[in-house]
Structure formats: C-alpha cells, structure tokens
C-alpha cells in the first residue's frame, strides 16, 4: 500500500517523497534490526546508530545549510520522525535533542550549530516536575542569585537523555513571589553544559523504570546547591514561560508524526501477518472481519497524517494556531493507541508476547497520549480557543 497517494502536491512534493523515501529505506535497513533486537531486553540505542543518522543529516534537518544543516522546515523534520517512529519510537525522538534551537545561547549559536548537525551537541530538557506536569506554570525548582553564579535546588521529573546529554535546558523561578493570577511569570531558563554520560556533583538522577520508550534512560533529577555561572541565563530573567509554551507547538506535530509511524508499524506487521497465519485452511487475512479491521486502520492513519502535514505546514508558513497542533496531536495520539491495540489484537496471542514488534508500537503508542500534553490538555486548548477561556 502506499500512503499519501493523492495527497495535494503542495504537501508532498518530489522532493519531499525523495526524503521519506531515504528515511524509510534507513529505517527498514538499520533502524529496525536494532530495535527488535535491543528493545526487547531494555538496551540502549547504539552510538553506531547515532553516527549512522549524523551521517544522513538527521540531527540537522531544520540547521540551515550555512551551518551543516539541511536547511529544511517542520514539514520535512515531521515526515523523517514518521519514517523513524515506524521503527523505533526513541529513533525518532532523539532527533528532538537537536531541534530545540531555543535551548542554544544566542552568542554561541554559530559555534555550535554545526556540532548539533553532525549529531555531536544534543541536549535535554528538564521542564516537568513531580508536581509540574501539565500544569507547567507550577514549578518549583529554585534558581537564586548569588553574585556571579544562581544556585538551583528542587527536582525535575521525566528528564528523557539526561545522562547521554551534552547540556540540559533547565527552567526554574528565580522570582521566589508567586502571583496566584500570574503564576507563569518568575521563570527563567537556563543553558547547562555538561559532561556526556554523567552527571555534575550536584545533581543526583534517578532513572525512572518505565514500561516502554525504551532504547534511552528518562530521569528523575534532584538538584542540590547546584552552580552555574550568571552567563547561564538564556535570554531575560522570569520570562521563560514563553519560550516553553512556543516550543511545545512543534513538539506537539512531531508526537504527531511518531504516534502516526507506531500505528503504521503496527498496520504493517499486521498486514504480513494476515497474509501468513491460517486458520480454518486460509490465511485470516481472507476473513472479511480482518481485511475490515485492516481498512479501518489505514484510513484512521491516513487522515490523521493529513491532519499533521497540514499543522506542520501552517507552522512553516508562520501561521502556527496552537489549537490545530493540539487537533494534530490529539487524533494522532488517540487513534494511535487503538490502531496499535487492533494489530495486536489482529496478532491474537503471538502479540502478547515479544516476539513480535507489535507490542512495543502498542506500548509506546500508549505514551504518546501522556507526554507533550496530554490528551485532556490538548482538548482544553481546543475547546478554550472555541469557546474561550
């Protein structure tokens, strides 16, 4: 089957094919293997792999060119993350630790965009805490001023890469005050360089045991009289909010896009499969209930990637409506988790178990409606932008 087939050409040029061509062709050759060898028994991702995508310009999709980059738009850094997400959800999110270009200093931003191209500079980010997660405007972690440095203190929580990092993005208030009707106001952010497979002295991690997004560690992090020079302030004190909710558009297309590659993994596998296992002397994919459940789920699929193609155009036109990224986000993510249900459910047994991907598409589908915002969040923007606050 060939997905977009029709689709308006403004959306899917030659060009364009030519990219999702070459990235799925890397994902079926070098990206799957991995993953159904590695995420099975828990293991990382492999450098290899890593320098395998710095060699196909992964890490430097949306860099301009004049820095190593590609030079592409949110479009074309969406229809790579699909084709990766379709072999391993981790694959195609790393490749967001090189795409917060808000999270570099503004006056090193020529020395180091080049080294994020070539996969060499990724980061972190350490915005959510135990009692911070959608409700962002409610961190607590500290950052005091004192002199030349800020002292951080408080805990981050679901920090995914912190250890394989080379600086984490950090926000914090620094404005101990907190006004009930602007409580997004006193955070700052802050550029931590660090050390890449460690951590500093003063801040303590803790991996959390998560049930999927495997390939990577996700960390509980504890700062404690954590120092970091003044310089490290990104832009002006106590007005990071900003900067977190305009990031969170892309992020939100691009969960997208890899909710849409797990359910086309699991279409995929299902679709093999049916043609090979028998029951009552014919392959089940004979039985009109299974070819039903087969049509159901590419069309669920399909509409859901013209919803995120369009968002992520609207972005690259400068046009971003927050209340289309949450819809693109939303429906991919809800019908990602009941495609990826259906193929295991398609797989019978043999899908409770891992010997077949199919459980690891339903797992990491299962996320994909948490992480980002969740499902509720995205639906309160939507209905707020309706009908107002």
């Known amino acids: 089957m060939s997905e977009t087939e029709g689709a308006p050409q403004g959306y899917l040029t030659d060009e364009r094919r030519m990219i999702r061509d070459a990235a799925r062709r890397f994902t079926m050759d070098e990206v799957l293997p991995v993953a159904n060898r590695l995420d099975p028994e828990g293991g990382d991702m492999p450098m290899s792999l890593r320098e395998k995508m710095a060699d196909m310009g992964f890490f430097g999709i949306m860099i301009p060119k004049e820095y190593g980059g590609l030079g592409l738009g949110v479009f074309e850094y969406c229809l790579i993350a699909e084709e990766l997400a379709r072999g391993w ?9 090189a795409s917060a270009l808000g999270g570099l200093p503004g006056d090193r931003r020529e020395e180091l965009l080049p080294k994020v191209a070539r996969g060499e500079y990724l980061g972190a980010f350490a915005l959510s805490e135990p009692n911070a997660g959608s409700d962002v405007a409610n961190i607590s972690c500290r950052a005091r001023r004192d002199g030349d440095e800020y002292v951080i203190n408080g805990s981050k929580m679901w920090c995914t890469f912190a250890d394989g990092a080379d600086y984490i993005t950090l926000f914090a208030r620094t404005d101990p005050k907190v006004d009930p009707k602007r409580r997004h106001a006193g955070i700052s952010v802050f550029h931590i360089d660090k050390e890449r497979g460690s951590f500093p002295p003063g801040i303590n991690a803790t991996a959390v045991r998560k049930i999927g997004y495997r390939g ?5 992090l504890a700062f404690d009289d954590f120092r970091v020079p003044a310089s490290a302030l990104m832009g002006e004190e106590g007005k990071a909010f900003y900067l977190a909710a305009q990031n969170l558009g892309v992020a939100r297309v691009h969960t997208a896009a890899r909710a849409i590659g797990l359910a086309r993994g699991a279409l995929e596998d299902s679709i093999e499969y ?3 296992r028998e029951q009552f002397g014919q392959p089940i994919g004979k039985f009109q209930a299974i070819r039903f459940k087969i049509a159901e789920m590419a069309t669920r699929i399909e ?10 155009s609207e972005i690259d036109a400068g046009r971003s409506d927050p209340a289309l990224n949450a819809m693109a986000k939303l429906h991919a993510s809800d019908m990602a988790e009941e495609v990826t249900s259906e193929g295991l459910q398609i797989h019978g047994g043999a899908g409770y178990t891992t010997d077949f991907a199919i459980e690891r598409y339903w797992r990491d589908a299962r996320l994909t409606r948490i992480f980002e915002g969740t499902s509720e969040i995205q639906k309160r923007i939507i209905s707020d932008q309706i009908l107002g606050r």
């Open 274 to 276: 049916v043609g090979q």
């Open 216 to 220: 990577w560690k996700t960390w509980e």
């Open 303 to 312: 509409t859901a990637r013209q919803l995120m193609h369009h968002a992520a």
């Open 89 to 97: 959800m981790s694959v195609a999110s790393i490749i967001a630790r």
